[in-house]
C-alpha cells in the first residue's frame, strides 16, 4: 500500500509563486513513477507533469510547460511541483499520483495506482 499526502496548497494571487509538496509512504518510493494532475470545479481531472524515479525524465502538460516544474527527494520519499507565474486557470485542486508497476511516465491516469486526497488551489486576478 502507498500512501500520499499533499501540501502547499492555497489562495495566491496571479503572478505569485507557489510550492506543493507530496509526501510518500511505501518502501520502494525511488522506484515509482510520481505525477501531478488537477480538476478544476466542472472540469474533468487532467494531467500536469510527471518525473520518473530519478527525475532523469520530466514530462509537462502545454499548458504549465515553462512555469512548472516537478521535482522529488527520495531520501525524504516526496515529490513536488513549483510553480511560477500562476494564473487563475490554474485554480483547482492538486493531486499527486504514484506509478508503482510498469516503466516510463506519461499523462494517462489510469496508469496511476495510487492518489492522493488533494490541495486546493486558488489563484486570484
Known amino acids: 500500500q502507498v500512501q500520499l499526502v499533499e501540501s502547499g496548497g492555497r489562495l495566491v494571487q496571479a503572478g505569485d509563486c507557489l510550492r506543493l509538496?507530496?509526501?510518500?509512504?511505501?518502501?520502494?518510493?525511488?522506484?515509482?513513477?510520481m505525477g501531478w494532475f488537477r480538476q478544476a470545479p466542472g472540469k474533468e481531472r487532467e494531467f500536469v507533469a510527471a518525473t520518473n524515479w530519478s527525475n532523469s525524465r520530466t514530462y509537462y502538460a502545454d499548458s504549465v510547460k515553462g512555469r512548472f516544474t516537478i521535482s522529488r527527494d527520495n531520501g525524504k520519499k516526496t515529490v513536488y511541483l513549483q510553480m511560477n507565474s500562476l494564473k487563475p486557470e490554474d485554480t483547482a485542486v492538486y493531486y499527486c499520483?504514484?506509478?508503482?508497476?510498469?516503466w516510463g511516465i506519461g499523462p494517462e491516469a489510469y496508469k496511476y495506482d495510487y492518489w492522493g486526497q488533494g490541495t486546493q488551489v486558488t489563484v486570484y486576478s
Open positions: 509538496s507530496c509526501a510518500a509512504s511505501g518502501r520502494t518510493f525511488s522506484s515509482y513513477g
Open positions: 499520483a504514484a506509478k508503482t508497476t510498469g
